[in-house]
């Protein structure tokens, strides 16, 4: 069993298993239009990589013994799961094959595409924020995609009928407020923002009075980028969300973390840390176009059960989507 | 906190293999499964964890057991050098072309940190009394090119840029030719952040690289980056070969696989290390610190390091007895502030000595705060050192004068004191509760 595993995982290369799921794909595309299949398309170089190893498994072994459950925590390690996470998901597949006394890996296969979806299930409300007068606080580490999944995020919102103000509230990362100043100016947004080294509290102070002069609807604010670890910019995040506490009781108050989905197990970290100090209502996972597995947000949602909302998959405009577990899942095993 | 669970686990390993000698299979394959772990929670690799083992392995069985260690502590102490090994054991500082100008060019991800990186390095050439020239090569990131002159300006290093309407590489050689002219010895080109796996983009970077023939590419990482490290150093390496590597945002407490990854893949030295967010917090990297980050397992190694090196057990011992009686003195606090201080940044140090995880979460030490500490202790007379209790207000007051601090900062301090001692003496004893070990063990340090 072995053998035939390791030899197959040796000669099927990524390169051969991309022909594979873009012959796939291709056949798909015409008949599946619409949000699905591009998420698919977007998500392929996902789908080859995290399960590029799980189908790789699923597909060399017959039966189900402990060297089966070997390959396969591997290969949910190589898509950045984590050791937690994998431990904890191998150990509830081991007890659901024994109780439903399952014995080939094709049914392991649904069973473990249900667990997964079970763990990443989004409430039906966790977009409703985008019908309110919402605040929308948008946090991270540096270098995540924070200003430009604002850019996006604004577009679409004008898109949809909503109307929308951004707040410049990384005040310290050089040419940020420019950079965010672009954005607007692309989905025609206003955008409240000061002098650099200013204060970001004063700044989104400012916007939280401008957007209910105005009514507006979504009020967005952009952050500065910190690390996790540096309790004085994490206590300058908290003043920030408690400004748009007391000035803004009456808005839905919605906390964005975004995490590259290239980042490790520090994003678990990262997340529990923010957490403290922003009430995070969702996540936003970048960057999947890449060669990323993206698997710690499934370790996020595990642990912290913060749902990931959104996802970009591309520089475009439109390439930051609603995320849905069920879609995301599926599409990451297989559609056929 | 991850930190606990890793460290209990390493201690495991110390209480369950206790005999000497050399060390045999069963030693090393308990070790390494702990190794095993301990790296992939790093982020290192799952295939490169699997082939280090593996050679680790093999080296280790039938390695005679120093006197001082457990076979547990000699199987670490085995993984840590060939780590160190593995990363690069030579100090890698900037090179220069024959002809000036020496031209580098910076490549990486999206929000790697390139253009920060590229600024601090213009930074760095600048104190060693070079010209440089800072490169706007990004023209597709909304204000890239605006970042880069806000940050050169900071520096007073020059930034040459032509909006964002020409070609990255046609901006690339008119910058050559400008810095010929204008002296600068070395160029640093910045660039746009771009995926490995988009071949247009890529396209860009070895047609810059085909025209300008730079001296040096640098490919900037994220020190957060997980599994996929490997592809994206694979890749940008094979279509661009790469020189050397830049790891950022280290002062985050990611442990850093990423690092070990890159260089095990690329077999490229990672030069740089970014420590911070000012444009001065970059270093000079050093594998032996990384390789204990990304162990996790900070005052074990140390304590390997001085056990192997057969410092004096009776001190440590004398030590030990010290902090669980709680007779710690401001000389013994001197002492063990100025040895980690030579070992790095405290908040770094702080978060990686098991066990100290949850006590030390929120107390945040800046390193400022240890320099005024060490200028009250050495305001201190012998005797005050040595008995703290003597340290009457008169006394307070002289220290605060000699130190230049207010006595409110005296008192503070001399609060924490106590408080630190007697923090350390709860956590003699409990590291004493889980006995076993030999006795260098139970020291926080």
């Given amino acids: 069993m072995k053998e035939k595993s390791q030899i197959n995982g040796e000669l099927q290369t990524n390169e051969e298993l991309q022909t594979n799921n873009e012959l796939h794909m291709n056949k798909n595309e015409d008949k599946k239009k619409g949000f699905f299949s591009k998420l698919v398309i977007g998500l392929s170089k996902t789908r080859d990589n995290l399960i590029g190893g799980v189908e790789n498994v699923l597909n060399s072994f017959i039966t189900i013994d402990e060297e089966f459950y070997e390959e396969l925590e591997e290969a949910l390690i190589m898509a950045d799961l984590g050791v937690n996470t994998v431990l904890k998901v191998i150990e509830d597949l081991r007890v659901k094959v024994k109780e439903q006394k399952l014995t080939s890996t094709e049914e392991v296969r649904e069973l473990l595409k249900n667990e997964l979806k079970s763990l990443m299930l989004v409430n039906e409300d966790a977009y409703d924020f985008v019908d309110q007068k919402t605040v929308l606080l948008v946090i991270g580490v540096n270098g995540v995609g924070k200003t430009t999944t604002i850019g996006k995020l604004s577009n679409q919102y004008k898109l949809a009928g909503k109307t929308v103000m951004l707040a410049a509230a990384d005040t310290f990362r050089a040419a940020a407020i420019d950079q965010l100043k672009v954005w607007a100016n692309r989905s025609g947004v206003p955008l409240i923002a000061q002098s650099e080294n200013s204060d970001p509290g004063a700044v989104v102070y400012d916007a939280i009075q401008s957007a209910k002069a105005k009514n507006t609807d979504i009020l967005i604010c952009d952050t500065a980028g910190r690390l996790h670890n540096k309790k004085n910019l994490m206590d300058e995040l908290h003043k920030i969300y408690r400004i748009i506490e007391r000035e803004y009781p009456a808005a839905h108050k919605e906390v964005l973390l975004v995490l590259d989905s290239t980042t490790g197990q520090n994003a678990v970290q990262q997340a529990k840390l923010f957490k403290e100090t922003a009430d995070i209502t969702g996540v936003v996972l970048t960057k999947l176009d890449g060669t990323a597995k993206g698997g710690i947000a499934i370790a996020i949602q595990s642990e912290l059960k913060l749902p990931v909302k959104y996802i970009g998959v591309g520089e475009g405009i439109d390439d930051l989507r609603p995320f849905d577990s069920n879609d995301f899942i599926d599409a990451l095993f297989n559609i056929t | ?445």
Avoid at chain 2, 234 to 244: A, H, K, P, R, T
Avoid at chain 2, 249 to 271: F, M, N
Avoid at chain 2, 293 to 301: A, H, K
Wanted: charged share 30%; with cysteine.
């Fill in chain 2, 1 to 445: 906190m991850a930190f606990e669970s890793l460290s209990d686990r390493f201690q495991n390993i110390f209480s369950g293999l206790r005999k000497k000698g050399k060390l045999s299979e069963a030693d090393v394959k308990a070790a390494m499964r702990e190794v095993k772990m301990a790296l992939l929670e790093a982020d290192v690799n799952f295939k490169v964890v699997k082939q280090f083992v593996n050679s680790v392995k093999e080296r280790a069985v039938g390695v005679e057991v120093m006197e001082s260690l457990t076979p547990g502590q000699q199987v670490i102490k085995i993984v840590n050098e060939e780590m160190i090994k593995l990363m690069g054991d030579d100090n890698q500082d900037l090179t220069f072309s024959k002809e000036p100008p020496t031209i580098y060019m910076m490549v990486g991800l999206q929000g790697a940190g390139k253009t920060t990186s590229s600024a601090k390095i213009a930074g760095l050439l600048k104190k060693k009394g070079k010209n440089p020239l800072l490169v706007a090569g990004d023209i597709y990131r909304p204000a890239a090119v605006k970042q880069l002159q806000v940050v050169g300006e900071q520096l007073d290093v020059p930034v040459f840029e032509m909006g964002t309407n020409n070609k990255p590489v046609d901006i690339a050689k008119a910058a050559i030719e400008y810095g010929k002219k204008n002296n600068n010895d070395v160029i640093i080109i910045d660039t746009a952040g771009r995926l490995h796996i988009d071949e247009k983009m890529m396209g860009e970077l070895v047609e810059i690289k085909e025209q300008v023939k730079p001296f040096q590419i640098l490919l900037v990482v994220d020190s957060m980056t997980g599994q996929d490290a490997v592809n994206v150093a694979e890749s940008f390496n094979n279509q661009l070969e790469i020189d050397g590597v830049i790891l950022t945002k280290l002062d985050g407490d990611t442990r850093g696989g990423a690092a070990l990854s890159v260089k095990a893949v690329t077999g490229k030295p990672i030069k740089f290390a970014c420590v911070g967010e000012k444009l001065t917090d970059v270093e000079v990297f050093h594998s032996d610190r990384m390789a204990s980050r990304i162990l996790g397992m900070g005052d074990v190694l140390t304590l390997i390091e001085k056990a192997s090196e057969n410092i004096d057990e009776a001190k440590a011992k004398e030590m030990e007895r010290k902090l669980r009686k709680a007779e710690f003195t401001f000389d013994d606090f001197l002492d063990q502030m100025q040895q980690l201080k030579s070992m790095g940044s405290i908040n770094d140090l702080l978060g990686m000595i098991p066990g100290m995880g949850k006590q030390m979460k929120n107390v945040q030490i800046d390193d400022k705060e240890i320099a005024k500490m060490e200028a009250m202790i050495l305001s201190m007379t012998n005797e005050e050192r040595a008995n703290p209790d003597l340290i009457n207000p008169s006394r307070k007051k002289r220290i605060a004068t000699g130190s230049g601090n207010d006595i409110g900062a005296v008192n503070r301090f001399i609060k924490q004191f106590h408080q630190s001692k007697q923090m350390m003496k709860q956590m003699g004893g409990m590291m004493k509760g889980k006995k076993g070990r030999n006795g260098m063990m139970n020291l926080p340090f």
